[in-house]
């Protein structure tokens, strides 16, 4: 919730911000600005108004409340006002309210409006006065109303907010669109771009999202560019070969049969290893797919290894190497795709058996281990490598094509390690790689 609040709490407060400047700057703009004129403009107003009232009333007999009446009623601009006629004495002969019974024309200056604020920004004016008509008798006239008009000072206080709104939130909005131009030259191949860091709410945690975005696709299309490259040289050089020699005996270039068998048996050996690479290239085509369908099924891990290192004994005794396995007294079961965790653990165990260091033992085994109140199996295969690994060589093992030098630049396809990585991760698992003193160890890690 405090993520999502960052950038609406500002915003709310930008609102709150202009809001309050608007209204400030509004009253004290009619205050000392526009209720002076307005306090003018009123009292010309009422004398006017009351002049027409008067030249009226000063052609009726003003001892007929009827012709006053008459008078009264036809001049319109005299129904705005509360009117009295009223006698020097005080006594009131005619009035369009009951109001007032008895004036003391002592308090009145004759022949003078008064204009009186009633409000801080005198939005509203009482105005009052008392003017001589004739034979001994005097107008005495009030009125209350606006100064000007209500609606302006809103109006005035919305436009002004608006306009504040707008200029305190203009770097934001422009910010916005900047982070979408970036984002439009990202999607258009310009994976080097990257979108500058500013303010410190949900924008620029959406900025570091989209620059990591755009390393991560910078990084994975430098690796498929390279995984290119590889794969037209991995497979360029096994078919060159084949190439080559059935040239030389479409050429008959060959001494005797023996040296015809030997050009065969070469072809035969390169043509098994290109098959070899490209089922690799087809398996992890197929694993890295979102639609892969595995056939899971209960399977005891223990008796899976212990036959997959059972095949592979003979071969491994055969190069000087001792292949042993330790499993766990009780059979440790999990629900798999039989068929491609035996290829993960085939894979690791080949691995081990061409980087091994020559009379060394490898060792692998299954046991299960408890994180985070989760329990998982582990299969793991451990060898002493011929080569000088550092723990930056170990962290790329898992990568697609990766070799970390000549050694391993040797006959395969890259992709054994990748492919037991992938195979893993559709089981809810993962793997990883580890180097201690001079012992190199692959795991995979499954869920039970």
Same mark, same amino acid.
């Given at each position: ?18 809001? @309050?400047? !608007? +209204? /400030?700057?509004? *009253? #004290?703009? %009619? ?11 009123? $009292? ?110 809103? @109006?005035? !206080? +919305? /436009?002004?907010? *608006? #306009?504040? %709104? ?11 669109? $900047? ?270």
């Amino acid at each position: 919730m405090k993520r999502i609040l960052k950038l609406r709490g500002e915003f709310i407060l930008l609102a709150l911000i202009s809001f @309050i400047i !608007a +209204v /400030i700057v509004t *009253i #004290f703009t %009619f205050k000392f600005i526009y209720g002076n004129i307005s306090s003018k403009s009123v $009292s010309n107003y009422a004398k006017e108004q009351i002049f027409t009232t008067e030249t009226a009333l000063k052609n009726v007999n003003l001892n007929n409340p009827k012709a006053i009446q008459n008078a009264i009623q036809n001049d319109t601009s005299s129904q705005l006002f509360r009117l009295y006629i009223v006698t020097k004495k005080g006594t009131i002969i005619y009035s369009t309210t009951d109001e007032i019974k008895v004036l003391d024309l002592s308090k009145f200056k004759t022949n003078k409006t008064v204009v009186a604020p009633n409000t801080t920004y005198n939005k509203d004016f009482k105005v009052y006065g008392c003017n001589y008509l004739k034979n001994g008798c005097y107008l005495y006239f009030t009125y209350s109303g606006p100064g000007h008009s209500d609606s302006l000072p809103t @109006i005035v !206080a +919305v /436009i002004l907010f *608006i #306009f504040l %709104f707008f200029a305190f939130t203009q770097s934001r909005i422009a910010y916005i669109s $900047s982070i979408k131009k970036h984002v439009s030259k990202i999607a258009h191949g310009d994976l080097s771009c990257r979108i500058p860091l500013k303010y410190k709410n949900e924008l620029r945690e959406l900025a570091e999202d989209i620059n990591n975005m755009g390393e991560k696709l910078e990084r994975e299309e430098s690796k498929r560019s390279e995984f290119l490259t590889n794969i037209s040289h991995d497979l360029r050089t096994p078919l060159t070969t084949i190439l080559g020699y059935i040239d030389m005996i479409k050429k008959e270039k060959y001494s005797s049969q023996d040296e015809l068998l030997k050009y065969i048996n070469i072809m035969d050996k390169k043509g098994i290893f290109l098959k070899s690479m490209l089922d690799d290239f087809f398996e992890y085509s197929k694993l890295s797919s979102k639609d892969v369908i595995l056939e899971k099924e209960q399977l005891n891990l223990s008796e899976l290894i212990r036959q997959a290192v059972f095949q592979e004994t003979a071969v491994f005794e055969k190069d000087n190497l001792k292949l042993t396995v330790n499993l766990p007294e009780t059979p440790l079961y999990i629900e798999g795709d039989a068929e491609l965790i035996y290829r993960s653990v085939n894979n690791l165990i080949s691995n081990a058996k061409k980087y091994s260091k020559e009379n060394t033992e490898i060792i692998v085994s299954v046991f299960n281990e408890n994180n985070l109140s989760k329990e998982f199996a582990v299969i793991s295969v451990s060898n002493i490598p011929k080569d000088n690994l550092t723990q930056t060589d170990v962290s790329k093992f898992f990568d697609r094509l990766y070799k970390n030098n000549s050694s391993r630049n040797s006959e395969g396809s890259g992709l054994g390690l990748a492919i037991t990585s992938d195979i893993a991760k559709l089981h809810g698992g993962f793997s990883y790689a580890k180097l201690e003193n001079g012992m190199l160890t692959f795991n995979i890690v499954l869920k039970i």
